[in-house]
């Protein structure tokens, strides 16, 4: 009987390990291509790449992270234990390890302490720039007959200025770019307002203002985009934000800062005694302006043009430094292990060249002498032992056999000088020296006559 094919089967498909990770990445990069995850920061590094790589955790799980060099110097703050933070990113695959990571893109601190943090880093690091150098501070145009301000249409603080300015000087051109001075896209509407003057050429001196409030009121003008607008604006700006006891970033970066926003109005605008000294000075500020103008412009043309190939190249250039940390990682496992193994063959070589000792060796026999030796003093101690017991009795029996036992009885031993017994008186000269052996000594007597 004939088997037929059963073609209603699924067809198997075989994926390698590399396609099927990539198909995972693919489909993670569609899913999550720009998402904020809220989390405490959790294992933080930096690399000698230049990456920071770091967990983000909750009480429920956590996710691997890595933010690329490129990116880092970017971040508002670097990333630090334990602080909590907002992250946004993209989820992606690192195929080496088959594992999935967020590659953040923006850092976001969350509370004051980390505002705090956050402020401080941040200060730290345009200091070192030289942003708040001030040898690059450029002093107000003698006459700026163009001011814009960037600030929140709304408010008695724009109100206050335009009294001023107005009062000052009549006639005075100015411009607002409204803006938010507070809250989400806030820092965007202030870095384009700064960026609107900047690219117009109209503005001789531009106001960056803002009322009091508490730190995370300010916090839009601690950014550090906001920092780099005025930094490179190429009109003097002047920070009036807050009250005269805040100070923010852009305080600090400013050609000058005004303790309030009135007070910034009264510094940029001269008293109408003083306009005709400085006059002469107001051609050359023009001109100077329009050139950083155009100079701005080309390099932004510039930039747009290879803005996307910069950005595909910066992904596989971080992908490549992510693979080295990873080799070197895997390198110093692999180091400590082979040091550890040639520290245990040592250490047997040194044990089996101690136990071909010749001072080894010695001791040992030594102690081998030293046992066979109290060993002998035993046997020796024993035999004596057992000879002494043998021997009492016959002491004994030849005691009592002894002739001192018979001179205690009060019997005497005669003898001549020369050790002869006398045991008889015939043996006895008259006057011959003799000696008589008696149980307490000896008496040296001579002989009488005989009778």
Request: hydrophobic share 40%; aromatic share 6%; glycine share 8%.
């Given at each position: 009987?004939?088997?037929?094919?059963?073609?209603?089967?699924?067809?198997?498909?075989?994926?390698?390990?590399?396609?099927?990770?990539?198909?995972?990445?693919?489909?993670?990069?569609?899913?999550?291509?720009?998402?904020?995850?809220?989390?405490?920061?959790?294992?933080?590094?930096?690399?000698?790449?230049?990456?920071?790589?770091?967990?983000?955790?909750?009480?429920?799980?956590?996710?691997?992270?890595?933010?690329?060099?490129?990116?880092?110097?970017?971040?508002?703050?670097?990333?630090?234990?334990?602080?909590?933070?907002?992250?946004?990113?993209?989820?992606?695959?690192?195929?080496?390890?088959?594992?999935?990571?967020?590659?953040?893109?923006?850092?976001?601190?969350?509370?004051?302490?980390?505002?705090?943090?956050?402020?401080?880093?941040?200060?730290?690091?345009?200091?070192?720039?030289?942003?708040?150098?001030?040898?690059?501070?450029?002093?107000?145009?003698?006459?700026?007959?163009?001011?814009?301000?960037?600030?929140?249409?709304?408010?008695?603080?724009?109100?206050?200025?335009?009294?001023?300015?107005?009062?000052?000087?009549?006639?005075?051109?100015?411009?607002?770019?409204?803006?938010?001075?507070?809250?989400?896209?806030?820092?965007?509407?202030?870095?384009?307002?700064?960026?609107?003057?900047?690219?117009?050429?109209?503005?001789?001196?531009?106001?960056?203002?803002?009322?009091?409030?508490?730190?995370?009121?300010?916090?839009?003008?601690?950014?550090?985009?906001?920092?780099?607008?005025?930094?490179?604006?190429?009109?003097?700006?002047?920070?009036?934000?807050?009250?005269?006891?805040?100070?923010?970033?852009?305080?600090?970066?400013?050609?000058?800062?005004?303790?309030?926003?009135?007070?910034?109005?009264?510094?940029?605008?001269?008293?109408r005694e003083s306009l005709e000294d400085r006059i002469g000075g107001c051609e050359r500020k023009l001109l100077q302006g329009a050139r950083l103008t155009l100079a701005?412009?080309?390099?932004?043309?510039?930039?747009?043009?290879?803005?996307?190939?910069?950005?595909?190249?910066?992904?596989?250039?971080?992908?490549?430094?992510?693979?080295?940390?990873?080799?070197?990682?895997?390198?110093?496992?692999?180091?400590?292990?082979?040091?550890?193994?040639?520290?245990?063959?040592?250490?047997?070589?040194?044990?089996?060249?101690?136990?071909?000792?010749?001072?080894?060796?010695?001791?040992?026999?030594?102690?081998?002498?030293?046992?066979?030796?109290?060993?002998?003093?035993?046997?020796?101690?024993?035999?004596?032992t057992a000879s002494k017991s043998a021997f009492a009795p016959l002491e004994a029996h030849l005691t009592q056999l002894s002739p001192l036992r018979v001179l205690e009885?009060?019997?005497?031993?005669?003898?001549?000088?020369?050790?002869?017994?006398?045991?008889?008186?015939?043996?006895?000269?008259?006057?011959?020296?003799?000696?008589?052996?008696?149980?307490?000594?000896?008496?040296?007597?001579?002989?009488?006559?005989?009778?």
């Amino acid at each position: 009987m004939q088997q037929l094919p059963l073609d209603w089967l699924p067809q198997r498909r075989t994926y390698t390990v590399g396609e099927l990770t990539a198909e995972i990445r693919a489909l993670l990069n569609d899913a999550y291509q720009d998402i904020w995850v809220s989390g405490e920061i959790s294992g933080a590094k930096q690399a000698s790449s230049g990456h920071f790589y770091f967990s983000l955790k909750d009480q429920e799980a956590k996710i691997d992270c890595v933010v690329y060099r490129g990116t880092a110097r970017f971040l508002k703050f670097k990333p630090r234990d334990g602080v909590a933070v907002l992250a946004r990113g993209r989820v992606d695959v690192y195929d080496q390890r088959g594992q999935y990571q967020l590659i953040v893109e923006v850092l976001e601190p969350r509370g004051f302490g980390a505002l705090q943090l956050a402020f401080e880093q941040l200060k730290k690091k345009l200091a070192e720039e030289g942003l708040f150098d001030a040898a690059r501070k450029r002093p107000l145009p003698p006459l700026p007959a163009r001011i814009g301000i960037v600030t929140s249409p709304q408010g008695a603080v724009i109100q206050d200025m335009l009294n001023i300015l107005l009062r000052r000087f009549p006639g005075i051109h100015i411009r607002l770019y409204p803006a938010l001075v507070q809250g989400e896209g806030s820092v965007e509407q202030i870095v384009r307002g700064i960026q609107h003057f900047s690219k117009s050429a109209w503005a001789q001196a531009v106001i960056v203002a803002r009322g009091g409030g508490s730190l995370e009121d300010l916090w839009s003008f601690n950014d550090e985009s906001v920092a780099r607008a005025i930094a490179g604006c190429p009109v003097p700006v002047i920070s009036a934000v807050g009250h005269e006891t805040d100070f923010t970033i852009a305080d600090f970066v400013a050609d000058l800062r005004a303790p309030t926003p009135s007070a910034a109005a009264e510094l940029v605008v001269p008293t109408r005694e003083s306009l005709e000294d400085r006059i002469g000075g107001c051609e050359r500020k023009l001109l100077q302006g329009a050139r950083l103008t155009l100079a701005y412009r080309l390099r932004r043309l510039h930039q747009q043009g290879i803005e996307k190939a910069s950005t595909l190249m910066h992904r596989r250039i971080g992908r490549s430094l992510q693979r080295v940390d990873d080799a070197e990682y895997r390198l110093r496992v692999r180091s400590r292990e082979e040091i550890e193994g040639r520290r245990r063959a040592l250490a047997g070589l040194q044990n089996r060249l101690l136990s071909c000792d010749v001072r080894v060796k010695f001791q040992q026999a030594h102690r081998r002498l030293d046992a066979a030796g109290a060993a002998l003093a035993r046997c020796v101690q024993s035999r004596l032992t057992a000879s002494k017991s043998a021997f009492a009795p016959l002491e004994a029996h030849l005691t009592q056999l002894s002739p001192l036992r018979v001179l205690e009885r009060g019997y005497a031993i005669v003898q001549k000088t020369s050790g002869e017994l006398v045991k008889s008186p015939r043996m006895v000269k008259p006057g011959e020296p003799l000696a008589v052996r008696l149980a307490g000594g000896t008496l040296d007597v001579l002989a009488a006559k005989r009778k």
